[in-house]
């Protein structure tokens, strides 16, 4: 993994589950790793410092090379500015325990930082580790190939299984590709569509780096189909591209899935935006 770890805290409990996953992923992949500490003006209610003092003793307890960093601001704000001043980061962080009234007025922290930020980021709203069981969200339009990529090297370290899930869509997505799609369902992993393309390349990619792989094809609205996927499967990582990956204007008149999942569920989700060296 070509990213340089850096969990982050506003000093609230929800955080120390991201701080426990990113310290299993720097111990596994022996990497280093930093700790952002972000003190609000409520830090009294959930100071920074207690937090520290918990990660630092977890850090030295599994032998981590780690780093500690302290902002003063607001946590969004702080994590925008440091994805533009570093290319390498991969966020891991939590729920920013934000008030009903502030995700109202400003909307929830996860979506801001999606698309402010070009760094993958690693939300964690819950501990599930080891590591067992991965679920790749592809569709046809390569926002995934990044995020896919990333799940399957820590797939590779931890002997994980992979699934690649695609969705096809309802019959009221009347685009080009959704039809093909729809024409031929059973067959779909050998078409000559995009997302057949897409999916045997994820097969290869899995196959070369001896990861264990399959694929599951579903049919419905596509945030439905993906929350049931991950609640029978019982997945401990889903991995999902962002429509931000796309310059165009798609992204402005499709649904965010990748937010709407990641806001239903409890399980940790792995999202980055497409790279075209990833192609």
Known sequence: MNFHLMAV??????????????????????????????????????????????????FNQEDIQHSLLVQNGQAEDSIVAFDRQQDDLLFVLGPLGRSPLKRLLAGRSFRQLMAEIKSPILFVPSRRLPVRKVLVCMGGLGYSVTAEHLGMQIAQTHAATVTLLTVIPPIEFDYPEARRMRAAPDTLLESDTLTGRYLRAGLQTAREMGVEALVKIRQGIVVEEILAEIKTGEYDLVCMGSTYSSHGLRQFFTPNVTAEVAEAMECPLLTARYHEEEN
């Open 9 to 58: 805290t506003n000093g609230i409990e929800a955080s120390w589950a991201a701080i426990e996953y990113a310290a299993w992923l720097a111990k596994n992949m022996h990497s280093h790793l930093s700790l952002l500490g972000i003190v609000e003006d409520n830090d009294a209610d959930h100071p920074v410092e207690e937090m520290f003092g918990q990660a630092v003793a977890l």
